[in-house]
């Protein structure tokens, strides 16, 4: 039904496309006449008005079922909650990904294969709801190149740059290049990056343990969900203005 989505196909087509010889094929196309989902016209078969409503549906929930068969070993103890109700039936549209698994010298860095990507980049917005100390100094790296940069942190990890890394702070808060926004809900997502090159994604667990690996896509679907969740966390954030600065910055002296 998939492959009748773009239109009619004919019996030949419809066979190499299953690799099935016809004897196969036939009773199986027969089950959905019976249905009324296919149509024949001599040798060609298309879908119905009823077949393209079903195999609509259909589409995202193979697309996901593919995804995770991918790699079943990745998704098996990840926390999705994280991910709003409107992107998770379409979690098909990563694929193809791949997943990278970080080397043991580089545990707690990101991976050499997400920082080549991400330095290449003229836009960057970026959600994140755990402190990495080696961020800061990716952070003014970008804004060295002029990259345009919206950072999406949690309550926690605000008040944790606030209290203690307060010159980070000011990199965050004074280029006119760089966007924060602090977001006071809370989230099982670990991280999402997403550029005009890439998008790169890290869960967390059950027990709610940031999982150190990568989920990298740089196909269009993928990357334009990277910036639906994104926006969806930057919509629900409070954006932290450059009058607000001394304020807070004053406030972490204390």
Do not use: C
């Given at each position: 039904?998939?492959?009748?989505?773009?239109g009619s196909?004919?019996?030949?087509?419809?066979?190499?496309?299953?690799?099935?010889?016809?004897?196969?094929?036939?009773?199986?196309?027969?089950k959905l006449k019976d249905n009324r989902l296919v149509l024949q016209d001599g040798k060609y078969?298309?879908?119905?008005?009823?077949?393209?409503?079903?195999?609509?549906?259909?589409?995202?929930?193979?697309?996901?079922?593919?995804?995770?068969?991918?790699?079943?070993?990745?998704?098996?103890?990840?926390?999705?909650?994280?991910?709003?109700?409107?992107?998770?039936?379409?979690?098909?549209?990563?694929?193809p990904y791949k997943v990278i698994e970080p080397e043991l010298h580089r545990i707690f860095e990101p991976p050499?294969?997400?920082?080549?990507?991400?330095?290449?980049s003229r836009d960057v917005?970026?959600?994140?709801?755990?402190?990495?100390?080696?961020?800061?100094?990716?952070?003014?790296?970008?804004?060295?190149?002029?990259?345009?940069?919206?950072?999406?942190?949690?309550?926690?990890f605000f008040e944790r740059v606030v209290n203690d890394y307060p010159e980070e702070l000011e990199n965050f808060l004074f280029p006119e290049n760089s966007r924060l926004f602090v977001y006071k809900g809370s989230s099982s997502l670990a991280s999402v990056t997403v550029t005009e090159r890439f998008m790169a994604i890290t869960l967390t667990d059950k027990k709610?343990?940031?999982?150190?690996?990568?989920?990298?896509?740089?196909?269009?679907?993928?990357i334009e969900w990277g910036k639906e969740l994104c926006t969806y966390y930057r919509d629900l954030s409070e954006e932290i203005q450059k009058e607000d600065a001394a304020r807070f910055l004053s406030g972490s002296e204390k």
């Open positions: 039904m998939l492959f009748l989505k773009d196909k004919s019996i030949d087509e419809i066979t190499k496309l299953l690799d099935s010889p016809s004897a196969s094929v036939l009773p199986q196309i027969k078969y298309s879908l119905s008005k009823i077949g393209v409503i079903v195999t609509e549906k259909m589409s995202p929930l193979v697309g996901i079922l593919e995804v995770f068969e991918d790699n079943p070993d990745y998704w098996i103890n990840q926390e999705l909650s994280g991910i709003p109700p409107f992107l998770l039936p379409r979690l098909g549209e990563l694929s050499e294969e997400f920082l080549d990507s991400l330095m290449k917005m970026r959600f994140t709801s755990y402190f990495q100390p080696s961020f800061a100094e990716i952070h003014a790296e970008l804004l060295m190149k002029k990259t345009n940069i919206s950072i999406i942190v949690t309550e926690n709610g343990r940031p999982d150190q690996r990568f989920l990298i896509s740089s196909e269009k679907n993928a």
